[in-house]
């Protein structure tokens, strides 16, 4: 069975699979900002 979650980034929609907590480096810088930024820009279609 495949282990999914939603992408770590508050703004993201994202799922993603196995251990990893975002689904782009986007979300990932985006999470480590001081701005918390509620936009998504990772470019999936889910965030479009
Ligand atoms: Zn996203
Ligand atoms: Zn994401």
Known sequence: ME???KCGHAGCNCIVKGDD???SA???SAE???V???VCEC???SCA
């Open 26 to 28: 986007i979300c990932q």
């Open 43 to 45: 470019g999936h279609p």
């Open 21 to 23: 907590k975002y689904c």
């Open 36 to 38: 918390e930024e509620l």
């Open 32 to 34: 480590g900002a001081d």
């Open 3 to 5: 282990e999914t979650n």
